[in-house]
Structure formats: structure tokens, C-alpha cells
């Protein structure tokens, strides 16, 4: 099954951390472009970062510069992003993108940042 399947999310205060994962099954990651997206209430869904597969070439949100970090493990097929010094205005679902010859989403994670 062709599937991209986020997990790491959860309730954090704020200044904390979170580690999101997106694993990519039934395809491979090589030749995608990966994006990590986020969707507050209300809001519309935002790039926050992405990381092409071959290059290895990042780019983030000014919003998010400097405490988010997007990485991949080539082996495991997964993406990675490294959220610190989490702020309320984080909170957000957050959505796994491939983008290449095809295109899929992962089903959301739930980030909360609140005291």
C-alpha cells in the first residue's frame, strides 16, 4: 500500500520539543520532494519546511527559521522534522507532502503548545 504515515506529535509546553516522522511505504522516497505542511484552526495549510530528496536542499518558513529542522534517513525511507523552542502559534496539524512524478499526504499529526 502507497501510503505516507506521520507520527511524533502530541502536547508540549512552551520552549519545549517535538521529533515529527514521516515514513514512506509501497514507494520510495528517491526523486520526491518532501514537505512538511501544518493547518491551524481556522488557517489555511502552510509550507513550514522541505528537503529534496537527492540534493538534500532545505528550505524553511521564516517563521519557523532557526528552531525547525528537516532531515531524511535514506535507509529508513523517512523524513524527519526537529521542531524546538515550540511556541503557542505552532499548534497546528501537521501534514507529510511528497511531491514528485506522483504526489501523496500523510493523514496529520497533532502538535499542541500550551501551558
Known amino acids: 500500500q502507497v501510503q505516507l504515515v506521520e507520527s511524533g506529535g502530541g502536547l508540549v509546553h512552551p520552549g519545549g520539543s517535538l521529533r515529527l516522522s514521516c515514513a514512506a511505504s509501497?514507494?520510495?522516497?528517491?526523486?520526491?520532494?518532501v514537505s512538511w505542511y501544518r493547518q491551524a484552526p481556522g488557517k489555511e495549510r502552510e509550507s513550514v519546511a522541505r528537503?529534496?530528496?537527492?540534493?538534500?536542499?532545505?528550505i524553511y518558513a521564516d517563521s519557523v527559521k532557526g528552531r525547525f529542522t528537516i532531515s531524511k534517513d535514506n535507509v529508513a525511507n523517512t523524513v524527519y522534522l526537529q521542531m524546538n523552542s515550540l511556541r503557542p502559534e505552532d499548534t497546528a496539524v501537521y501534514y507529510c507532502n511528497a511531491r514528485g512524478t506522483s504526489e501523496y499526504w500523510g493523514q496529520g499529526t497533532q502538535v499542541t503548545v500550551s501551558s
Open positions: 528537503i529534496g530528496w537527492r540534493s538534500g536542499i532545505t
Open positions: 509501497g514507494f520510495a522516497l528517491t526523486n520526491y520532494h
